[in-house]
């Protein structure tokens, strides 16, 4: 009996340490201030001409500045301005599908499976995906008609661009300063890796989303979301490190949105505090993803809802947004049990490979 306690001690101190590290990082300062700039200028701007809720747009479209990579400049460029068009396709297809509420999860699921299939075939780093699926869970919870379609698609366009703007500033900085990384060949694709694993990843993204429409849950955008972050894990084990990290802090990240959302900020104050949480997260991100995350769930709780800040109670909120964080990642766990068992795979494998034509050589 004795023993036994110990070996669960030690498991215990084991994954408490494997929750609580903190990770090395080489991220230049710079980088991080570069990054709220791209997301909190547009808030900015958008409080100038007394139009918050199109400054939130734009600002959605800063996110793409997290997708540069190192580099030299002519590929962190081409990469960069991918990547915007594929936030503005999954924006597009996100606020389309606004129009019929039963399309949002198969546009979810889809959109999911296409950007897990390119990011894994072009070796794409974190975030990966994650705000591709944000950009297009926003845009299909976001109010408005067909013909308000072609104005948030372009402005969401003009963040990418001032965000490919401020990459360019920043890149030529540093390129001075640091070497730019060698530009690696690309891994050969495997049927498992790129289409399975995708096709897996969309169909639970979708799931997701149908239990969180079955249930009635209100913009209940941050379910996916949840979801897709948790299920991209690269073994079981950093599925559920992934989850923990999000719920926890998720958990803590919802009484400082709480406390954010308490405070009679104005348009200006918003777009600040946008811009300090952008800073805080990418400064954070690379030593511990559960501590980034309790600044992630104010932020996108901004760029969702500031539009309507101070017409609700933000406890409503709040409380909406942790049933939404564990529902998504509750589905994400089963999602990833099932992404690394073998017998499901062995199972679903063979099937999924006499649909999918011209697939990638395993």
Not at 18 to 39: H, Y
Not at 66 to 71: I, R, S
Not at 86 to 96: E, P, R
Request: include cysteine; charge should be positive.
């Amino acid at each position: 009996m004795r023993h036994r306690l110990n070996r669960l001690k030690q498991r215990a101190r084991a994954e408490f340490q494997q929750l609580a590290s903190i990770q090395r990082s080489d991220r230049p300062w710079q980088m991080p201030v570069a990054a709220g700039l791209a997301t909190g200028l547009p808030m900015l701007v958008g409080a100038w001409f007394d139009h918050l809720e199109y400054g939130l747009i734009s600002s959605l479209g800063g996110l793409v500045f997290l997708y540069l990579p190192a580099t030299p400049l002519h590929h962190r460029m081409v990469s960069l301005m991918a990547s915007a068009f594929g936030l503005t396709a999954c924006y597009a297809l996100g606020v389309i599908s606004h129009l019929f509420a039963p399309a949002m999860i198969a546009a979810l699921a889809v959109i999911s499976t296409l950007v897990t299939m390119v990011c894994r075939f072009y070796a794409l780093g974190p975030p990966g995906g994650l705000f591709f699926v944000l950009a297009a869970a926003i845009g299909a919870y976001a109010p408005g008609d067909v013909l308000q379609i072609p104005l948030k698609v372009g402005l969401l366009v003009m963040g990418c661009l001032l965000a490919c703007a401020i990459a360019f500033l920043y890149s030529l900085r540093m390129l001075r300063i640091r070497p730019a990384a060698p530009v690696q060949p690309l891994p050969p694709p495997t049927f498992d890796f790129v289409v399975f694993d995708s096709v897996l990843i969309g169909v639970f993204v979708g799931l997701s989303l149908a239990l969180a429409q079955a249930l009635r849950l209100e913009n209940a955008y941050w379910v996916p979301i949840s979801c897709l972050a948790v299920i991209q894990g690269a073994s079981l084990r950093a599925v559920w490190v992934r989850q923990a990290h999000r719920v926890l802090g998720t958990g803590i990240g919802l009484l400082v949105a709480w406390a954010v959302l308490s405070l009679p900020l104005d348009k200006w104050g918003i777009g600040v505090t946008m811009m300090v949480l952008a800073w805080l997260i990418e400064t954070l991100v690379v030593r511990h993803y559960g501590i980034a995350v309790i600044f992630i769930t104010p932020l996108t709780l901004l760029l969702a809802d500031a539009a309507s800040l101070g017409a609700a109670d933000p406890s409503v909120l709040i409380r909406a947004r942790f049933i939404d964080t564990l529902l998504g990642c509750l589905v994400g766990l089963a999602g990833g049990a099932c992404l690394h068992s073998a017998g499901f795979r062995n199972a679903l494998g063979p099937l999924l490979r006499r649909v999918v034509p011209g697939r990638p050589r395993s």
